[in-house]
Nanobody
C-alpha cells in the first residue's frame, strides 16, 4: 500500500501561482508514473497532468498547457505541479495519483492522494 500526501493548495488571485507537492510513503514511488486530476464543484474529475518515472515525456490537459508544469524528484519520493497564470476556472480540488503505467484514465489509477483545494479569485 502506498499513501500519497499532498500539500500546497490555497487561495490565490487570478494570474497568480501555486505549487502543489505530492509525497509518496514508499521508495517504490520511483517505479510509478505520477500525476494530478482535479474536480470542480458539480463536475467530474478530470485529468490535468502526468509524468513517467523517467520524467519524459509528460502530458497535459489542453486547458493547462503552457501554464502548468509537472516534475518529480525520485530521491525525495515527491512530485510537483507548478501552476502559473491561474484562472478562476482552475478552481477545484486537486488529487495527486500514482499508476503502474503512464495513464490519463482515472480507472487505471492505483493510488490517490487526499486532495487539496485550489481556489482562484477573480
Amino acid at each position: 500500500q502506498v499513501s500519497l500526501v499532498e500539500s500546497g493548495g490555497g487561495l490565490v488571485q487570478a494570474g497568480g501561482s501555486l505549487r502543489l507537492s505530492c509525497t509518496a510513503s514508499r521508495r517504490s514511488f520511483s517505479t510509478y508514473a505520477m500525476g494530478w486530476f482535479r474536480q470542480a464543484l458539480g463536475k467530474e474529475r478530470e485529468f490535468v497532468a502526468v509524468i513517467p518515472v523517467s520524467s519524459n515525456p509528460v502530458y497535459y490537459a489542453d486547458s493547462v498547457k503552457g501554464r502548468f508544469t509537472i516534475s518529480r524528484d525520485n530521491a525525495k519520493n515527491t512530485a510537483y505541479l507548478q501552476m502559473n497564470s491561474l484562472k478562476s476556472e482552475d478552481t477545484a480540488v486537486y488529487y495527486c495519483y500514482s499508476a503502474s503505467t503512464i495513464t490519463t484514465d482515472r480507472e487505471s489509477v492505483n493510488y490517490w492522494g487526499q486532495g487539496t483545494q485550489v481556489t482562484v479569485s477573480s
